[in-house]
T-cell receptor, first 116, second 112 residues
C-alpha cells in the first residue's frame, strides 16, 4: 500500500530555535498534504492544508508565521516550527492524498517534538 | 462546524468478546467516513473507509456501518484479541480542503 514517511520521528530542541519536519509520499504523488497536531490524550487537530505549488491554508487559530509550511514538490511537504516554545511540544502527524479528488488519505508515522 | 464524538472513551474487556465502538457526527453532509487505529506514540493505520453510498464495510474481524442520515457509525470487532488493544479513531471530511475531523477516540484494552 501507499506509504507516507515522516522525519524525524522525534526531536528535542531548545526554546527559541526552529525545527523542520518532513513529510514524504514514497510511492505516489500527493498534490495535497495535511498537517495535524495531537496533544497527549487528545484527538488529532487539523493545522493546515498544504497544496503543491501554492500557499498553505491554515485552520482558524493556527499561526501561519509560526508554523511555516512548504510543499515544493508532489512528494514532499515540510512543516517548520519557528521560535519554538515548550507549549509547542506535541505529536505532529502529516497525511497525504493519493491523486486528485476524494481518494484515500494516508498518514505518516508522526513526529514527536519536545521543546526544552 | 463538524464535530465528531466517540463513545465510550475507554473500554477494557477480556479477550474473545465482541465489541461495538460508536461514532457520531453533527453534519451528515459527508462523502465518506474512516476508522483508524492508533497505537501508543505511533501514527495512524487506516482500518476501514466507508463511502457515503455504502452502509457497511468489512475487513476480517472488523465491520463498520454508516447511517449517514442519523449521523452515526459503529465499528464492530469480533472475537477480540489482545493485539487489538489500541486507540480507535473515527474521522470524517470536515477540515479545510477535505482535511479530516477526528473524534477523541476509544481507548481499547483487551485483557489476555
Amino acid at each position: 500500500g501507499a506509504v507516507v514517511s515522516q522525519h524525524p520521528s522525534w526531536v528535542i530542541c531548545k526554546s527559541g530555535t526552529s525545527v523542520k519536519i518532513e513529510c514524504r509520499s514514497l510511492d505516489f504523488q500527493a498534490t495535497t498534504m495535511f498537517w495535524y497536531r495531537q496533544f497527549p490524550k487528545q484527538s488529532l487537530m487539523l493545522m493546515a492544508t498544504s497544496n503543491e505549488g501554492s500557499k498553505a491554508t491554515y485552520e482558524q487559530g493556527v499561526e501561519k508565521d509560526k508554523f511555516l509550511i512548504n510543499h515544493a514538490s508532489l512528494t514532499l511537504s515540510t512543516l517548520t516550527v519557528t521560535s519554538a516554545h515548550p507549549e509547542d511540544s506535541s505529536f505532529y502527524i502529516c497525511s497525504a492524498r493519493d491523486g486528485i479528488g476524494r481518494n484515500t488519505i494516508y498518514f505518516g508515522e508522526g513526529s514527536w517534538l519536545t521543546v526544552v | 462546524k463538524q464535530e465528531v464524538t466517540q463513545i465510550p472513551a475507554a473500554l477494557s474487556v477480556p479477550e474473545g468478546e465482541n465489541l461495538v465502538l460508536n461514532c457520531s457526527f453533527t453534519d451528515s453532509a459527508i462523502y465518506n467516513l474512516q476508522w483508524f487505529r492508533q497505537d501508543p506514540g505511533k501514527g495512524l493505520t487506516s482500518l476501514l473507509l466507508i463511502q457515503s453510498s455504502q452502509r457497511e464495510q468489512t475487513s476480517g474481524r472488523l465491520n463498520a456501518s454508516l447511517d449517514k442520515s442519523s449521523g452515526r457509525s459503529t465499528l464492530y470487532i469480533a472475537a477480540s484479541q489482545p493485539g487489538d488493544s489500541a486507540t480507535y479513531l473515527c474521522a470524517v471530511p470536515g477540515g479545510g480542503a477535505d482535511g479530516l475531523t477526528f473524534g477523541k477516540g476509544t481507548h481499547l484494552i483487551i485483557q489476555p
